[in-house]
């Protein structure tokens, strides 16, 4: 019995450290959003950079609904065809010390 309780809380333990891991940078939140979207290649081959129109020009925006958010462009960007579009432009909270990505829309 001792044995079985060892190996969930290991298990419970890599689990966590691996969620930690995922959310402890803003580009390694967006590649995580990237992957489960159902991006794998992008996620990896994609460069991210911080998209300073949209931090600059939507900042009261960001105050408003995301506190402590930036928004951010991946220069070779998934394309969705339901939508028929590209999705290049993502914002990333901050949550105390963790990173959650979401999509921002088209420019």
């Given at each position: 019995?001792?044995?079985?309780?060892?190996?969930?809380?290991v298990?419970?333990?890599?689990?966590?450290?691996?969620?930690?891991?995922l959310?402890?940078?803003?580009?390694?939140a967006?590649r995580?959003h990237?992957?489960?979207?159902?991006?794998p290649?992008?996620?990896?081959?994609?460069?991210?950079?911080e998209?300073?129109y949209?931090?600059?020009?939507d900042?009261n925006?960001?105050?408003?609904?995301?506190?402590?958010?930036?928004?951010?462009?991946?220069?070779?960007?998934?394309?969705?065809?339901?939508?028929?579009?590209e999705l290049?432009n993502y914002i990333v909270?901050k949550?105390?010390?963790?990173?959650?990505?979401?999509?921002?829309?088209e420019t």
């Amino acid at each position: 019995m001792k044995k079985i309780i060892r190996i969930i809380a290991v298990i419970i333990i890599v689990v966590v450290v691996i969620f930690l891991l995922l959310h402890s940078t803003p580009k390694m939140a967006i590649r995580t959003h990237v992957l489960f979207m159902g991006y794998p290649i992008e996620s990896f081959t994609s460069d991210i950079y911080e998209y300073k129109y949209h931090n600059k020009v939507d900042k009261n925006n960001f105050i408003k609904f995301y506190p402590n958010a930036k928004a951010y462009t991946l220069t070779k960007p998934p394309f969705e065809k339901e939508t028929e579009s590209e999705l290049s432009n993502y914002i990333v909270r901050k949550s105390g010390f963790l990173y959650f990505a979401d999509i921002y829309g088209e420019t």
